[in-house]
């Protein structure tokens, strides 16, 4: 995949997540949003992206996004986003390559992102006309009721459980990189066997490496 020039090398490695890449013949992409709000319709005001490229490299960005919409106050309050700080930032389709590229051709990673990031992403995508289809991914929130035996559990409680370091919670980066930890722990912890036997994997018809 191709990563924008403005990503930077990530600060630490993850060698579970080389492994899981290696093992899936593909970069894994790890992300995260900050929205307008908590409904699939609402619009994204930060994104966050980890990219794991097959040859063991790791880079990131975060970036702000002007929704072209009003962000509630109770989602402001939540990642402390106003209007006037997205207000002069690029809308989401200056990351239209990132995206397709992300969906079409990597592993797509979150937390809780087959209920909410993905469909969030898919939506905004078709206001501007970029589409992206289903992509192979894996749900770190998915894997931690399975590994765990439970419904319950917040991204910073799952952190503490595997002990690696939160980032800044509620910041679309910030939350990426403790998604990242949890998943690399949890290759560790529990092995890459087993965590590719619970990820719920569907290769999606006609996908490249």
């Not at 970069?27 to 005001?45: I, N, P």
């Not at 702000?64 to 389709?93: F, W």
């Not at 589409?131 to 192979?136: I, K, N």
């Not at 035996?149 to 917040?154: E, L, Q, R, T, V």
Request: contains cysteine.
């Amino acid at each position: 995949m191709t990563a924008p020039a403005s990503a930077m090398t990530a600060p630490e490695q993850f060698p579970g997540l080389v492994a899981l890449s290696t093992a899936l013949q593909r970069s894994l992409t790890v992300f995260d949003l900050e929205t307008t709000g908590m409904a699939r319709s609402s619009g994204v005001v930060e994104l966050g992206l980890l990219f794991i490229k097959r040859d063991g490299r790791a880079l990131q960005r975060g970036t702000r996004v002007n929704p072209e919409m009003p962000i509630t106050p109770q989602a402001s309050k939540v990642h402390g986003i106003y209007d006037s700080d997205v207000a002069s930032c690029h809308t989401l389709q200056r990351y239209a390559d990132t995206l397709l590229d992300m969906f079409h051709r990597t592993a797509v990673i979150g937390f809780n992102s087959r209920t909410y990031d993905i469909p969030v992403l898919q939506a905004n995508g078709k206001r501007y006309g970029i589409e992206l289809a289903t992509p192979l991914d894996i749900d770190v929130r998915r894997l931690w009721t399975k590994f765990s035996g439970s419904n319950k559990g917040k991204l910073v409680e799952v952190a503490e459980h595997y002990g690696v370091e939160a980032g800044q919670a509620h910041a679309a980066l910030g939350d990426v990189l403790t998604t990242a930890r949890i998943l690399d722990k949890m290759v560790q912890r529990h092995s890459l066997e087993k965590v590719l036997e619970l990820a719920e994997l569907d290769m999606p018809a006609g996908a490249t490496h």
